[in-house]
């Protein structure tokens, strides 16, 4: 009822299980789903990885969901390739902003929430990159590069990290793209995980 009364936007499926939003995802092309971490036969980071996978849904974002103070998977669902997530008692404005900001092709990475969330998770015990993929190494970045990382990694935006290092938004905007290129991310919330697992970013800093 809230995204149908958004007039930029349409709901064109609801699943009720991770296999069925993958189906649903591939039969409606839809733009972005809005996942539940939490949901029966295959959980939203399975199926989010999934979507990620799939050629043809190349353009398909993914929006968690989670309860934010119990869920430990926000981490694993981001690497299989979401793009942000949100708490489940947002407010039904911030969630229509955040499901526009992620539809446009921005990570939703608040300079609060994800980055203690994600700093929790890699110091709590058997949370952190140990079941993951090794880090990209950071050795292909230069200086500036690495200093826009970290600043990305604290959740600053393209605006707020040209402001930071006294760059234009769009030179700040093309450090972002050329380090998820060398560093082979799909997108900034990749980036925040690497920043944080190769030690760049300290948790908790």
């Keep these: 009822m809230l995204i149908e009364s958004a007039p930029d936007m349409d709901v064109v499926a609801q699943a009720r299980t991770g296999r069925e939003a993958v189906e649903l995802a591939r039969a409606e092309r839809a733009d972005l789903v809005v996942m539940d971490v939490r949901m029966p036969d295959l959980d939203g980071i399975g199926a989010t990885r999934l979507i990620a996978a799939d050629e043809d849904l190349a353009g398909v974002k993914v929006l968690m969901l989670t309860t934010y103070d119990t869920d430990e998977h926000v981490v694993e669902a981001l690497r299989a390739g979401a793009s942000g997530f949100l708490v489940k008692d947002t407010k039904p404005a911030e969630l229509l902003d955040a499901i526009r900001t992620v539809a446009a ?18 110091r709590s015990p058997g949370g952190g990159a140990a079941a993951s993929p090794p880090a990209p190494s950071l050795s292909v970045l230069s200086d500036r590069e690495r200093q826009v990382l970290t600043l990305v990694a604290r959740g600053l935006n393209n605006v707020e990290v040209a402001e930071e290092l ?40």
């Design 105 to 122: 092709g921005e990570a939703l990475l608040s300079p609060g929430p994800t980055a203690r969330l994600i700093s929790r998770v890699l």
């Design 166 to 205: 006294g760059l234009s938004p769009l030179t700040a905007k093309t450090h972002v793209s050329r380090i998820m290129g060398k560093l082979a991310v799909r997108d900034r919330a990749q980036l925040v995980i690497t920043a944080y697992e190769s030690g760049l970013v300290t948790p908790g800093a």
